[in-house]
C-alpha cells in the first residue's frame, strides 16, 4: 500500500546522511516523488552600508546558488533509484518555509528518471 505521493525533505542542517537515506528509501517504497529542501536566511540590508564588494541582493544569490548545488550533489548520488527527484531552495526564515511548502521557490531543479 502506498501511503505518499510526495515526501519533503529539509536538507539544510549539517548531519542529514541518515534522514536522506530514510526519505529516500520512504520515495522508493512508495513511488513517491521526493523534494530536497534548504532555505537561506536574509542577508540584513544593513550589512550593504558596511562594504561596497557587494549588495545583500548579491550575496543572497551566491548563497542560494552553493546551497543549490550541495543539494544537486546531493539528488545526483541516488539518481539511478528510479525516483523523482526535486530541489528546492527558497530566501527566508528555515523554521516558517520548510513547514509552509510550497513555497516561494527562487531556484529549483527538478531530475525524472
Not at 545526483?76 to 530541489?87: K, N, Q, R, V
Request: hydrophobic share 45%; net charge neutral.
Amino acid at each position: 500500500m502506498k501511503r505518499f505521493k510526495r515526501i519533503l525533505m529539509y536538507a539544510g542542517t549539517e548531519r542529514t546522511e541518515a534522514a536522506i537515506s530514510r526519505a529516500v528509501t520512504l520515495a522508493i517504497d512508495n513511488d513517491a516523488r521526493l523534494t530536497f529542501m534548504d532555505v537561506v536566511k536574509r542577508v540584513p540590508r544593513a550589512l550593504g552600508m558596511l562594504t561596497d564588494a557587494a549588495e545583500p541582493e548579491e550575496i543572497e544569490q551566491l548563497l542560494l546558488k552553493d546551497h543549490q548545488q550541495k543539494l544537486l550533489k546531493i539528488a545526483s548520488e541516488y539518481i539511478d533509484t528510479g525516483i523523482s527527484i526535486d530541489t528546492v531552495v527558497a530566501i527566508g526564515d528555515p523554521a516558517k518555509l520548510a513547514t509552509s511548502h510550497p513555497c516561494p521557490m527562487f531556484s529549483r531543479n527538478i531530475w525524472n528518471s
